[in-house]
């Protein structure tokens, strides 16, 4: 049949999603049951690991509706950082969840000059680096319409008569 459907979370892989702390979300991705006996201590339910509900990912998938749950109480006791800092300690995967803002404020990012800056204009800059040939942004982003005229004209072959008619129809701006 057709999968449900999950959200951000992993069909056939549990826990392995976001969760919300008691100060924000973070991303938790416990890959094989080894991490998950090691979630259970982090968090304070060693028992857990044990438990033939949970004690194996196909457990798990099957009582998704119950863990999911237990696993939220359990992370709304302690900040993101705090999960996250225990996660990494343990051996898990986890990390932040980060608005846009946050995401751009990131000390990494500044380090690895993602945003450049070209005629006061802000932008994200390549992802990739290359050493011996560094991508560049050179031309800023256009302006609202600055190419119209020359999309109309050159790519679509209308007059200038025709261009003025749209303007003036406010088809283009």
């Given amino acids: 049949g057709t999968p449900r459907r999950y959200g951000s979370a992993h069909p056939n892989i549990v826990p392995y999603q976001p969760f919300h702390a008691s100060d924000g979300m973070f991303a938790l991705a416990v890959g094989n049951d080894r991490q998950f006996a090691a979630l259970c201590g982090a968090v304070g339910h060693a028992e857990w690991a044990t438990d033939a509900r949970f004690s194996t990912n196909p457990a798990r998938v099957q009582q998704r509706a119950t863990l999911i749950p237990l696993l939220e109480s359990a992370f709304a006791t302690d900040s993101a950082d705090g999960w996250i800092a225990r ?43 290359f050493s011996t040939t560094p991508p560049t942004i ?18 679509l072959g209308l007059s200038a008569d025709a261009i003025a008619r749209l303007r003036r129809s406010r088809a283009v701006g």
Avoid at 118 to 123: E, K, R, T, Y
């Fill in 138 to 155: 050179r031309l800023a982003p256009p302006g609202l319409g600055e190419h119209t005229d020359a999309v109309l004209r050159d790519r």
């Fill in 87 to 129: 996660c990494l300690d343990a051996g898990i995967p986890a990390g932040r969840i980060n608005s846009v803002l946050e995401a751009l404020d990131d000390p990494h990012v500044s380090a690895r000059g993602l945003i450049q800056s070209i005629d006061d204009v802000a932008l994200i800059g390549h992802p990739v680096g």
